[in-house]
């Protein structure tokens, strides 16, 4: 809260009577609701905007001449531990980006370790310089078909609902619950009536779509097409633009942002790492690219601040204007989004607001509970009955899994992949000590032609998976990930290629973000060795074990149909 005393401070620095804390000289100030771009100083007392279009005197000052200023960006939705980092490295890697506001669903690290982990990231939050919002994890597990490490029922959520770092119900992922008026669904629901409550609904259309916004839900980040987005839009629902690591949705949905749409479309990452941070940058990133589609300058910048704020009921900012939260970032250029500095709630972003932070213990460093496994763990028996087998098609930069089909020769090690058709095996393994559950199939997209990668990142219960064409090196490197205590590993030939721990919950590394790109860097080179055709693989191994995204995935009970919403027999 603002006591009296900062209020007056407030007011006369506004009225120039005194000096601001803070003020940004002659920078070109972009007005995301006309577009003018004008030339003025900002000033900023406390943690909010007190003055502009005029001259004003601080106790500090920045030159911003040559410089235009616009609001701090907002990621809407996104996971913090698909960055493979810490709430607080993440705070570090991306707020010099000019993200000063990020929205999380800690649903990751929630399905692995339950309230605890809800707990780690509010912490967390409360010592980050960026302002990190918390959206409270509404499908842990996200379906009841295969194995997590947690469950969190509505009375899991309510003791966390006032903290002030909360702002409603997260994705809700289980559209076949909502519109089936399951019992425990309808709990979570009625509960946060009053409260914002993310969607998560890919590919749900006509009647089904009406039944899931008539429970209050308000968002949507899984919209692939312009034609699916145009008819959420029309249904009331606020959308928001998608990419990141492996879902990348804006070259599809560029269209949709325009002047009349910009209040009602925001900017998200849901997954992003490092590496494609430092190779392409964040929000900055997806900004100049809708700018180069033609999308109009000032309302891209409106959807990544204004719309945003408003969208998630953050009144305080979006707006450099008077009055407004002094959350703002300094470009070169507003075509090409070149942040050069950032002010996030009043203090400008250096090196030496880092160790302000108070460290926040580690949580999760025991949760990889997965016995080490032999080769014939990979066994998959040939059904004789039929001679052909279901094949997981995935595509680049899509989560979207497609159904295939595959004549395999067998022998008395049963079906075996087919690299000349690009088919390999995939297998997941229940990591959090409840039952040992192996499920097994084959996939085809990662063009590999040799080796195994594997990935304790396996959205969303985050059990182990991996895809490979021998089971030798498959399970290697499923080995490597217990013994480390989770992370990613690319193995070939009985040797051990790369390798990235994240001994967090079996998510996130103890190391900066720098050493984790590194890695990451190291790990695509290893992929690419394998004959890799995916840009991106580890979270494309990731989300094969998502059972909420259409069409086929891998679960550890087994391969699932989730059109049909049933295993695949």
């Known amino acids: 809260m603002t006591d009296a005393a900062t209020l007056a401070r407030m007011i006369r620095a506004g009225r120039g009577l005194d000096p601001a804390d803070l003020v940004i000289k002659n920078v070109k100030r972009l007005d995301i609701v006309t577009g003018e771009i004008t030339q003025t100083d900002i000033a900023i007392v406390a943690d909010r905007i007190v003055g502009?279009?005029?001259?004003?005197?601080?106790?500090?000052?920045?030159?911003?001449?040559?410089?235009?200023?616009?609001?701090?960006?907002?990621?809407?939705?996104?996971?913090?531990?698909?960055?493979l980092v810490t709430p607080l490295e993440f705070d570090r890697c991306v707020l010099p980006h000019g993200v000063t506001?990020?929205?999380?669903?800690?649903?990751?690290?929630?399905?692995?370790?339950?309230?605890?982990?809800?707990r780690y990231f509010l912490d967390c939050a409360e010592q980050s310089i960026m302002d990190i919002r918390i959206n409270l994890s509404s499908c842990v597990p996200a379906t009841p078909f295969e194995t997590a490490g947690a469950r969190l029922e509505i009375d899991d959520l309510l003791p966390f609902a006032d903290h002030p770092k909360i702002i409603g119900l997260a994705e809700m992922m289980n559209f076949p619950g909502v519109i089936n008026c399951d019992p425990g669904i309808l709990k979570k629901l009625e509960a946060f009536q009053h409260r914002h409550m993310d969607g998560h609904?890919?590919?749900?259309?006509?009647?089904?779509?009406?039944?899931?916004?008539?429970?209050?839900?308000?968002?949507?980040?899984?919209?692939?097409?312009?034609?699916?987005?145009?008819?959420?839009?029309a249904k009331g629902m606020a959308i928001l633009i998608r990419e990141g690591s492996v879902s990348k949705d804006l070259d599809a949905?560029?269209?949709?942002?325009?002047?009349?749409?910009?209040?009602?479309?925001?900017?998200?990452?849901?997954?992003?790492?490092?590496?494609?941070?430092?190779?392409?940058?964040?929000?900055?990133?997806?900004?100049?690219?809708?700018?180069?589609?033609?999308?109009?300058?000032?309302?891209v910048y409106r959807a990544a601040s204004h719309?945003?704020?408003?969208?998630?009921?953050?009144?305080?900012?979006?707006?450099?204007?008077?009055?407004?939260?002094?959350?703002?970032?300094?470009?070169?250029?507003?075509?090409?989004?070149?942040?050069?500095?950032?002010?996030?709630?009043?203090?400008?972003?250096?090196?030496?607001?880092?160790p302000t932070r108070k460290d926040i213990a580690p949580v999760g460093l025991d949760s990889m509970k997965a016995k080490p496994v032999e080769a014939s763990a990979f066994i998959t028996v040939p059904n004789p009955d039929k001679n052909e087998v279901p094949v997981i098609?995935?595509?680049?930069?899509?989560?979207?899994?497609?159904?295939?089909?595959?004549?395999l020769a067998s022998d008395e090690t049963g079906l075996k992949p087919d690299t000349g058709a690009d088919v390999i095996k995939v297998a997941v393994i229940e990591r959090h000590g409840i039952n040992g559950n192996i499920g097994r199939s084959f996939v085809k997209g990662f063009g590999l032609k040799r080796g195994a990668i594997a990935s304790s990142v396996g959205h969303d219960s985050h059990n182990i998976t991996v895809v490979g064409v021998t089971d030798e090196d498959m399970a290697l490197a499923v080995n490597r990930l217990i013994e480390i205590g989770g992370g990613f590993a690319v193995a070939c030939e009985g040797e051990i290629l790369a390798d990235l721990a994240l001994p967090i919950a079996g998510l996130m590394s103890l190391e900066p973000f720098e050493i984790v790109t590194e890695h990451l860097e190291h790990l695509r080179q290893a992929a690419k060795a394998?004959?890799?055709?995916?840009?991106?693989?580890?979270?494309?191994?990731?989300?094969l074990a998502l059972p909420v995204i259409p069409h086929l995935k891998m679960t550890d009970n087994g391969l699932f149909d989730v059109d049909a919403f049933d295993f695949v027999s």
């Open 52 to 83: 502009t279009h005029g001259t004003y005197e601080g106790k500090s000052e920045i030159d911003g001449a040559g410089r235009f200023a616009v609001p701090g960006f907002i990621d809407t939705h996104l996971h913090i531990e698909s960055s």
């Open 101 to 118: 506001t990020v929205i999380c669903d800690p649903h990751e690290i929630a399905n692995v370790l339950g309230p605890p982990g809800i």
């Open 201 to 233: 609904a890919p590919l749900l259309s006509g009647l089904d779509l009406n039944a899931y916004l008539a429970a209050g839900i308000r968002t949507d980040h899984e919209a692939t097409s312009a034609k699916e987005a145009r008819e959420k839009l």
């Open 253 to 299: 949905l560029a269209e949709i942002l325009d002047a009349n749409t910009s209040a009602f479309v925001a900017l998200c990452t849901d997954d992003r790492n490092p590496l494609d941070i430092a190779e392409e940058g964040h929000l900055d990133s997806s900004i100049r690219r809708l700018i180069a589609h033609g999308c109009p300058l000032h309302h």
């Open 307 to 354: 719309s945003a704020a408003r969208i998630f009921g953050l009144k305080d900012r979006g707006h450099v204007a008077p009055g407004w939260r002094a959350d703002i970032a300094l470009l070169d250029s507003l075509e090409d989004c070149r942040v050069t500095d950032v002010v996030s709630a009043g203090r400008l972003v250096t090196d030496a607001l880092w």
């Open 393 to 407: 098609g995935v595509k680049p930069g899509l989560i979207l899994t497609f159904r295939e089909s595959a004549s």
């Open 530 to 543: 394998l004959d890799c055709a995916l840009p991106e693989p580890f979270l494309q191994v990731a989300f």
